[in-house]
Structures are given as C-alpha cells and as structure tokens.
C-alpha cells in the first residue's frame, strides 16, 4: 500500500469505567521496546482534564517509573503552531458593520444576530461542508427542504446568510480554518506515532488530521462506544437509552427485557434521584449528599452544575461548613464585583451620573484605591447624606455645585471633581472599540481603580480581557456609538470566564461534557430538570432540521444523542450518582429531564421502583426541637439606653410597637433619607403645609376678602411651591392638580371657621413640655404643631393637616388610646385648648375631625407616657407586637423577623 494511503487504526472500546486503562495498555503495548522511555510518541486528548488519569493508568500499564509521552489536544497543538487566525472580535465587528450598512435588521438585534451567523460559519467550516457558490442554488434547496416555494423570507434568509458567507470566506481564515491549516502543516512534518482519545465519533477536522499524520506515521484512534459495552450497568443503561440510529422497541418491551436479562437492578445503590420543593431544599440536599460521601472516605466527587444556581448555593452550604470546592467551570465575568465597576461607571457616563447609579459607583472597592479607608468612607458618607438632604437625582455638574456650598463635604466634592475628570476620558459621539477600550482604561486610571483591579483576581482578568480586545480590534475602524460599544462589551464580559484557581480540593464542581471518560468516587447532577438538563437546542439561523440535514449541519437527534451518552458515561464511571432537581418552578410543576425520566420509568416498570426519593431531612441542630416552628417574639430591654427627650411622632411609634421604638430611637437603625425621584404621598402633604403656611401668613384673616383674590392668591403660591418638582418631573402636574381642585373647598371652609370666631394664631410652631418621672428625672416632650388658632375668649384649637380622607382618620379617632398625635399636641399647648382636630385636604370640601374630651385625653396620654418610660428604665421589654397596618411600612420589620415569629408560622 502506497506510504500516502495508510489508514489509521480505530479501536472501538467498551465504554466504561475502564476506558482510559484500556487505552493505557494498548499504548504501552504498542511501544513496548522503548520502554520505560513512551517520549517519542504523541497522545492527543480531548480534554487537559484527562491528563493525570491518562499518565496513571499508563504507569500502572508499564508497572514501572516511565518518560511519559506528550500529551496535548488538538487545539493546544495547534495554538504551538501559531496556527493564530483571525480573533472572533475581529470577525464579530466586520458581520456588524455589513449588517449595519445594508439596514437588513432592526439596529437592537444586530449583535445576537452577528453571534448566530459566526457559531453557523464556524460549524461550516468544522464539518467542512460549505455552501453553495451560487445564491441561486442555495435557495433551491432551502425551498425544496421547506417544501415551499417563491417564499419572500426564504429569498431574504438565503441572500444574507450567502453574501454574508462569501465576504467571511474572502477575509482572513477564521479560529477553525487557521486551526485545521495548523495542523495538516503540523502533520505533514509528524515523525512520532499517534495516540488519539476520543470521546465519540471523530469530527472531520480529528478525520483530516488523523489521516494526514498516518501517511507519515502510525495512528491509533480510541474510541469509547456503549453498544459493545458488556458490563451489566451499561446494558441496563442501553435498554434505557438504545444507541445507534436504529428505531428501538417501545419502551415497556425494554423494561419486560431488561427485567429478564438482570434479577436484581445494577442501578441499585448507584444512582438516587432526588426531588426537592425548593432551591434550598435542593442545595441542602447537595451538601448533605457529598457530606455523607466524605463520611465514607470517598474523596474525588463531582458536582456537576446543570443549575449554576443552586449549585452555588450548595457551593456556599458546603464552605460554611468548611469543604472547600474547586471551579472548574468558573463564573462568569459578568457576575463579579469588577464587572459591577464598570457597569456603574458606563452608568454613570450614560445617564449623567443618575444618583443611583453614582453611589453603586463610589460604593465600589476598587475606586479612590489612593485614598485612605476613612478618606473614602467619609466621601461616601458625605455623597450620600448630601443627595438625600436636597434630593438631587441626576447631574455632575449639579452635585458638585450644590454641596461645594455646604461645609464639611470636601471629601465628596473631591469625588464628585476626579469622576467629572474621569468622564472627560472616554470618548464622545462615535469612536472604534480599541478606542473606547482605551478611554475605559484611562478613566479607570484616573479613578484610582487600576491598582485594586490588579491584585483581586477577576479583576485582572477583566484588564487582561480589555488589553487583549484592545490589542486584536487596534486595526479595526468601525465606529460604534456608545450603545453599540456597550452592548459589544456587555457581551464580552458575559462570555468570559473567570476561574478562582487558588482553591485546590478533590471535590470539582464542572459541567456534565467536562466529565466524559472521567473517573469519580461519587458524582451528583444538580439541577437535572428539563430546562437545566436539556440537548443544545438549534441555531436559529437555519434552524428547521430538514435544511439543517440537507446542509449537513448537526441536527437535535445529534445533540439528544450526546446527552444521553455523557450522561450514561457519568453513571459507568461513579461509584455512585445523585441526581437533584426542584420540582415547582415558580406557580408550576418542573419536571425531570427528559432522559432521567425515560431511565426512571423503565426501572420503575422493571423492578418497582423509580429511584425517585425525597432529600433527607437535615439533622436537627442546636435549635432543638422547636427548629423550624418559628422563634420567640423579641423583647429586648435596654434601661440605659431609654432617650429622655422624645418627639410626639417617637411616642407615636412606642405605643404603635415598642420594638419599633426600640430599633428607631434606642439603637438609632432608622431607615436612612434618600433621593425621592417622584413626589410620594409625604412630599405631597409637606408641600401642602407649605403653602398654606405662605397663605396665612399673607391672609391671617379671610373674612372681608373677595373670594376670586383670596383664590388667584392661594393658587399663585401653589404653583411657585409645585414648580420645581414640576420642572424635574413634568408628571408631578398630576398631585398640582389635585390640589387645586381642593382650593375653592378650603377658603369656604376658613370664613366658615372665622364666622365660628376662630382666628389664625400661626403654623409650623415649636412646642416642648417637661414631665416629671417617678425617680424624680424629667422627660421632656416635643413636637411642631400645624396650626393654631384662636377665639376671643382665649381658647385654643390645635389643627393638625391630613392629605388624607376623612373616613380613614375617623377610624384613628375611634380609638383615641392608639392614636396618641392630638392628645400630645394638645399637652404641649397647654390648658387653654379647647379642640385639636384633624382637618382632611383629601377632597374639594375640607373637614374637621375633633378628638372628643381633649384636656382629659391630653393628661391621660402625659400620665401613660411617664409611666412606661419608667418601667423600661427598670428593664421591662419592647416586644414586636406591633398590628398589620403597623408592620406593613415598617422599615425595621427585617430586624424583628416578625414573619418568623413562632405565632405568625402556625398562623
């Protein structure tokens, strides 16, 4: 036989838990007289992660200390070469300029569209098929596969996809052409023998390579197949999941025949399938598997993550308890605290620093990295306190103005001056992704972020990734506007991979492809549902599988078929396997992956059971036996901390509950003041006692005065109060509205209560009042009163203003013992108060709502607040009792956990 026409040797292996010793020992067979020295020949793996096994079993084969061979994959041989190729970026950036010339597509798609046309001309050039040279002739045969002929969309679909493939194949060879020239020069030069695993049917760039290397050397290719496997597992497994393309026998005949070939199940003690009602209960589940497999001694397990979800919540159950798990898989780059920078700072330059996003900036750990920790605190600090204060939402400019004013703000005005700086770098309107790369670069330098970026680990990968995309796009001119580049980049970071690599542990957590022809102690798959466990669906460009067979293209039955043998090659090759997966999603029913059920079926018909359990419970902890039932209602006591001045709104928040009280006013924990974007309720109501504070002081006294005046008066104000907020947010028109619907109603009301002989006093009055305490301290109570008024007689009416209906504070007056703000309002004014009422602006008519038996209600509610300061300063407990319309708003509600208390979880 001509040396050209040599064939290359296949070896069809059993596919099992042996795969890789058996190929170890034909090897070491194969170059026996060289022994121990195997480094002349080649072992192409298709994986780095079977190295170590691969080097194992051939010393175990030799029996003696070997000169190992060299090991590497295809493409690491071909990466030696320089075998290069034009970058993904590069190609991703000339399809979307094409496709932004030509206006084929809505502008938003064009990136996911670009990603779909480059994974088809990859598969093209992998399978080594091509396409037609003539349009025409393309259209054909997407009309004869669709069976539909002078179809619009057809013609379109065949005209981009072609024109778009013939300026791709006239450009630089993309990452799998310059692969495959890589290696034939590689081949054509080969003066060792070959050894090549494999971990299916060769693709036809392996075939080529194969082929070009036997015309010089010998090759042996290893190839794992499950229809000649003899082990009773993997026999079990195939009445489960038949290989072959041949049609099987329906699935009850299988079980009927597997139930005749073994007694008793292989399955059994070798695979659970566990079905959780929830993401913790899954996680849990996960955690307490590899637990108990540890507790046995097995060390090298695998947690294969369907559910990168719950598989990082086991992650984190795992190393609470201190069992450290190396990432195989890594994260995406998109998820770390590095990408969280640069989204807030191309946030910040978008939206002219929106506050939200300006504080997720500061709050980053790597800005201001040449400032001291209390330096960038205090900044912080001083930012956010001074956008709440004037509820500044959006503007640099605005910001840094306004606070320059104020002292004490020097730490955030000097933020607020280097993030202006740093805006300055990036480029304006339209630039090339190299230069917006490079303007990123230079406001991160100006930021003070480069040197922490540096030492955390993801985020010298996201520099790394930056300097490299930098580097292949340097000679690319397309412009791109910001929200081009930002989407390119945003994709970028969301396929990139970060991976910690300071963990190292027998337990690896990775994905089910990276297992094939792995050996584990124990292996659990989480998050084995129909979604998270599922064949790699079609493209969608040509996605209909009669063109994609017509093409030659992979076709779903090739990927259902992958799936199935990875998934069985995990069960051969694992002392034991567990399966998790959460069976509700949501408001509906998760089922199990498809292939686990047609499994779970067939040894349920077989043998009676359908290796579907429920996680075991937890064991119970220090807990106790009430874990679980809840736990006890807080009742902290704090006498020392008792405040011996309170505001009539903190003595509304003791009686409403005490531990609110507690949280808010002992420990200080009251929710913080921030930047209110749109005029909420409260804003309303305070703008509304601001203008009837300017109105009466310009009109004390109403009567005599012309209605229209008085009208054209109060509205004038009005709109000068509502303007601002107008002028921010045009929506704010509707609460201005509101209230001036509500004008006409209130001067009727204000002659009708001059005509009762009631005069305003004034508004917004400071009032305090001192109560003596049984050890003969003093508590001193405060608060601002709306509005007094006034009669001749010298009796006092205390008003209290509502932008609320009158049947809601009709119901707070009802119980006059909860509702503590008028009786205080009327101890604070003294004897002379004769009414306090609340007066409700919530319709066009105005309406006084009187607290009955003022003076008394006013000295019961100064005796009650006496003495329960007293008891707390003897140590009685604020409990968190507080009522549902209480707890609903509550900000301190997460303190308490009243959700958990032991009453409200058998409610």
């Not at 002392?575 to 067939?602: F, K």
Request: net charge negative; with cysteine; proline share 5%.
């Amino acid at each position: 036989m001509p040396e050209a026409a040599r064939p290359f040797v296949t070896r069809r292996i059993p596919h099992s838990a042996d795969f890789v010793a058996h190929c170890a020992e034909y090897i070491v067979e194969a170059c026996r007289p060289q022994l121990p020295d195997l480094s002349a020949a080649l072992i192409v793996l298709p994986s780095p992660a079977l190295a170590p096994a691969v080097c194992q079993a051939l010393a175990e084969a030799a029996g003696c200390v070997l000169l190992l061979p060299r090991m590497a994959t295809l493409a690491q041989l071909a990466s030696a070469a320089n075998a290069g190729g034009q970058p993904d970026c590069q190609r991703q950036l000339a399809l979307y300029r094409q496709l932004r010339e030509r206006g084929w597509f809505a502008a938003g798609a064009l990136w996911e569209i670009c990603v779909e046309l480059i994974a088809l001309f990859d598969e093209l050039n992998e399978r080594d098929i091509g396409l037609p040279e003539d349009e025409a002739e393309l259209l054909d045969r997407l009309e004869r596969a669709y069976d539909a002929r002078g179809s619009g969309l057809l013609r379109f679909e065949a005209e981009v996809v072609h024109r778009l493939w013939r300026a791709e194949a006239s450009g630089p060879p993309g990452r799998h052409a310059a692969m495959a020239m890589a290696l034939a020069q590689l081949a054509a030069a080969s003066t060792t023998p070959l050894f090549m695993v494999c971990e299916g049917e060769l693709r036809p760039t392996e075939t080529a390579f194969c082929r070009a290397w036997a015309a010089r050397q010998a090759v042996t290719v290893f190839q794992p197949l499950r229809d000649v496997a003899d082990s009773p597992l993997m026999r079990l497994l195939n009445y489960a999941w038949p290989p072959g393309k041949e049609e099987s026998p329906p699935l009850a005949g299988r079980a009927e025949a597997a139930r005749a070939d073994f007694a008793d199940s292989p399955l059994t003690g070798r695979l659970r399938l566990v079905a959780a009602a929830s993401l913790e209960e899954e996680a849990e589940a996960v955690a307490a598997a590899v637990r108990r497999w540890l507790g046995t001694g097995r060390q090298r397990i695998a947690l294969v993550a369907a559910d990168r979800v719950a598989a990082r919540r086991a992650r984190a159950l795992l190393e609470r308890d201190g069992i450290l798990v190396q990432d195989e898989t890594g994260w995406k780059l998109s998820t770390t605290r590095a990408a969280a920078l640069v989204d807030a700072w191309l946030e910040v330059v978008a939206t002219d620093a929106y506050h939200r996003d300006l504080l997720d900036l500061v709050k980053s750990p790597f800005l201001f990295g040449d400032w001291s920790e209390a330096q960038r605190l205090a900044g912080l600090m001083q930012l956010e306190e001074g956008l709440a204060r004037h509820n500044l939402a959006y503007g640099l400019g605005r910001y840094e103005a306004v606070l320059a004013r104020e002292p004490g703000r020097s730490e955030a005005v000097d933020m607020l001056k280097r993030i202006t700086a740093a805006r300055q770098r990036m480029p304006w309107g339209g630039a090339s992704a190299a230069d917006w790369l490079a303007g990123l670069r230079r406001a991160f330098h100006d930021l003070g972020a480069i040197p922490g970026l540096e030492r955390d680990e993801a985020g010298a990968t996201l520099l790394e990734l930056m300097h490299a995309r930098h580097e292949e796009l340097s000679a690319v001119p397309t412009r791109l506007t910001f929200g081009e580049w930002r989407d390119w980049l945003n994709r970028e970071l969301e396929s990139a991979t970060f991976v910690d690599r300071s963990i190292e542990s027998p337990l690896v957590m990775t994905h089910l492809a990276a297992t094939r022809l792995r050996r584990f102690d124990a292996a659990i798959l989480i998050g084995a549902d129909r979604d998270n466990l599922a064949p790699m669906s079609s493209r969608a460009v040509f996605g209909n599988q009669a063109v994609r067979s017509d093409l030659g293209l992979s076709l779903p039955a090739e990927a259902e078929a992958r799936l199935r043998d990875d998934l069985a090659g995990l069960i051969v090759s694992c002392g034991e396997v567990t399966a998790t997966w959460q069976i509700v999603r949501g408001d509906e029913a998760n089922l199990i992956s498809p292939e686990l059920g047609l499994l779970s079926v067939l040894h349920g018909r077989a043998w009676g059971d359908d290796l579907v359990v429920r996680p075991v419970a937890a064991p119970m902890t220090a807990a106790g036996p009430d874990a679980g039932q809840g736990t006890a209602m807080p009742r902290p006591a704090a006498p020392q901390r008792v405040p011996l001045q309170l505001s009539a709104s903190a003595y509304a928040s003791l009686m409403a509950c005490p531990y609110q009280f507690y949280a808010r006013y002992m420990l200080g924990l009251g929710e913080a003041e921030e930047v209110r974007e749109a005029l909420e309720k409260r804003d309303y109501g305070e703008f509304v006692h601001r203008i009837l504070l300017r109105f009466h002081a310009a009109h004390a006294q109403l009567s005599g005065k012309a209605d229209e005046a008085l009208l054209a008066d109060l509205e004038a104000i009005s709109r000068e109060v509502f303007a601002p907020a107008i002028e921010e947010n045009f929506l704010e028109h509707a609460w201005q509205s509101r209230w001036l619907k509500c004008l006409p109603g209130y001067i009727a009301w204000q002659k009708a209560r001059e005509a009762d002989g009631w005069r305003y006093v004034g508004g917004e009055l400071k009032r305090e009042r001192s109560l003596s305490l049984a050890d003969g301290g003093e508590l001193v109570l405060h608060g601002r009163l709306d509005r007094l008024d006034r009669r001749a007689d010298a009796s006092e009416a205390v008003l209290d203003y509502k932008t609320q209906d009158a049947q809601g504070l009709k119901r707070r007056l009802a119980e006059p013992s909860e509702d503590v703000q008028l009786a205080c309002y009327a101890l604070l004014q003294g004897g002379q108060v004769s009414e306090a009422a609340y007066v409700a602006l919530d319709g066009e008519k105005p309406a006084g709502l009187p607290l009955p038996e003022v003076q008394e209600m006013a000295r019961a509610q100064g005796a009650r607040l006496t003495a329960v300061i007293d008891a707390l300063r003897l140590g009685v407990g604020l409990p968190a009792h507080g009522v549902d319309a209480v707890c609903t708003w509550c900000e301190v509600r997460g303190v308490c956990r009243r959700d958990y208390h032991a009453d409200e979880v058998q409610r």
